[in-house]
């Protein structure tokens, strides 16, 4: 999982502002994922995408967007339309049979 | 959609004994069953899977136990240690071959290993 990367570490946002957080891998991975966790939460998934040009929507896709235009780059971005974006967004990528691993994570919070 | 219930939420162990954490789903097409251990701020990071085709598979002292039957598993860690204290997740998926949909997490366990 070393070769996630998600950027930034920490994010602060004005309400009604959009923001975009940054995931990247060189894993050669074909699947990438969205999850977001709030506090003594498990994780949710948000969108993904089984490869470039295609995604799908998970269970709280609500005021999320989401591209693939690479393989190695899944950006996601958080619009003014999702009311609580406070929380820990975690990217991860999967090569297949299902096992994913996780990228360090973007913490963003809305002042 | 699939749902997966998790408990107990926190679980207090002295060091040395077992710790069980145990899972429901409710999706009876999930076929992959991961545990990911979640230290404070960090990444989850996987510890063990099991597919559905096999009852029980081991790595030294975890073990993930399966009943599809009763769509139930757990994650069993023997001889605990205090750096086994984090929080544990389990999840469900579908996974077809060609690809594998997201994760359905529980809510987690927060273990807690005392001296």
């Known amino acids: 999982d070393g070769g996630i990367t998600q950027s930034p570490k920490y994010l602060f946002r004005k309400e009604g502002q959009n923001v975009t957080l940054s995931c990247e891998q060189n894993?050669?991975?074909?699947?990438m994922y969205w999850y977001r966790q709030d506090p003594g939460q498990g994780l949710r998934l948000i969108y993904y995408?089984?490869?470039?040009?295609?995604?799908q929507k998970g269970d709280i896709a609500e005021g999320y967007s989401v591209s693939r235009e690479k393989k190695e780059s899944f950006p996601l971005t958080v619009t003014s339309a999702q009311k609580n974006p406070t929380a820990f967004y975690l990217c991860?990528?999967?090569?297949?049979?299902?096992?994913?691993?996780f990228g360090p994570g973007t913490r963003l919070t809305v002042l | 959609g699939e749902n997966v219930e998790q408990h107990p939420s926190t679980l207090s162990v002295q060091e040395g004994d077992s710790a069980v954490i145990k899972c429901t789903y409710s999706?009876?097409?999930?076929?992959?069953f991961p545990w990911y251990k979640q230290e404070l701020g960090k990444r989850p990071q996987l510890i063990i899977d099991?597919?559905?085709?096999?009852g029980e598979k081991k790595d030294q002292r975890i073990a993930v136990t399966l009943n599809k039957t009763a769509k139930h598993f757990s994650l069993h860690i023997t001889e605990t240690q205090p750096e086994d204290s984090a929080v544990y997740f389990c999840?469900?998926?579908?996974?077809?071959?060609?690809?594998?949909?997201?994760?359905?997490f529980g809510k987690g366990t927060h273990l807690i290993i005392q001296p």
């Open positions: 894993l050669n991975h074909d699947a």
């Open positions: 995408s089984q490869i470039v040009n295609d995604f």
């Open positions: 099991i597919r559905s085709n096999v």
């Open positions: 999706d009876s097409a999930s076929n992959y």
């Open positions: 991860a990528s999967s090569i297949g049979a299902g096992v994913q691993f």
């Open positions: 999840a469900a998926s579908l996974w077809r071959g060609g690809g594998a949909d997201g994760l359905t």
